[in-house]
């Protein structure tokens, strides 16, 4: 069975960085494209990055383009995304998908992260 | 950027019904489009890609049509467990967009 377990989530001040995880298994990791999704409090869904199967693929959504990366361990099947100069908007609960094509076929729980002084 | 915008935002319906759902898209997608259900408190889940394929698992009572810039999601005989959140989502560009959802609601 596919799962994907994020961690990682946080109350931190604007302007600090955080590192969220996601821990892969049931499936061949370093094969699958994989992708951050947020969503806000109460709000809809936004794709926030992508990363390819091998790592040497990485997009980025404008709004976190410059201030967060997505990176991975295939060795240790885990997903990473690093959040730095973080602002009010970024609060949201943050989920790892893997990726069939170009759709997000499974998701993770989510993990909350909330900026707030 | 393309925009996708959903209609209803908020969809009454009895269990029994045929809903559908529409979303716009502001330029051609193609078939690039995937349907996903989020029910409160928990991660969506793929219903339908590539406009009407069914993701695994997902009941036939589920079905997706169009292409271009409009689609439709269609649940025949709403079963109690439907009321839930629908968006859709594109890709074009390397760029992934949802639409803003649209609220299954019971009447």
């Given at each position: 069975e596919v799962q994907l377990?994020?961690?990682?989530?946080?109350?931190?001040?604007?302007?600090?960085?955080?590192?969220?995880?996601c821990s892969a298994s049931g499936f061949t990791f370093s094969n699958s494209d994989m992708s951050w999704v947020r969503q806000a409090p109460g709000k809809g869904l936004e794709w926030v990055s992508f990363t390819s199967g091998s790592g040497g693929t990485s997009r980025y959504a404008g709004a976190v383009k410059g201030r967060f990366t997505i990176s991975r361990d295939n060795s240790g099947n885990t997903l990473y995304l690093q959040m730095n100069s973080l602002r009010a908007e970024d609060t949201a609960v943050y989920y790892c998908a893997k990726m069939s094509s170009w759709y997000f076929e499974v998701w993770g729980r989510g993990s909350l992260v909330t900026v707030s002084s | 950027d393309i925009q996708m915008t959903q209609s209803p935002s908020t969809?009454?319906?009895?269990?029994?019904?045929?809903?559908?759902?529409?979303?716009?898209?502001?330029?051609?997608?193609?078939?690039?489009?995937a349907w996903y259900q989020q029910k409160p408190g928990k991660a969506p889940r793929l219903l339908i890609y590539k406009t009407s394929t069914l993701g695994s698992g997902v009941p036939s009572r589920f079905s997706g049509s169009g292409s271009g810039t409009e689609f439709t999601l269609t649940i025949d005989s709403l079963q109690a467990?439907?009321?839930?959140?629908?968006?859709?989502?594109?890709?074009n560009t390397d760029?992934?967009?949802f639409g803003q959802g649209t609220k299954l609601e019971i009447k």
């Open positions: 377990l994020e961690s990682g989530g946080s109350l931190v001040q604007p302007g600090e960085s955080l590192r969220l995880s | 969809l009454s319906a009895s269990v029994g019904d045929r809903v559908a759902i529409t979303c716009r898209a502001s330029q051609s997608v193609s078939r690039w489009l467990d439907d009321f839930a959140t629908y968006y859709c989502q594109q890709y760029l992934y967009t």
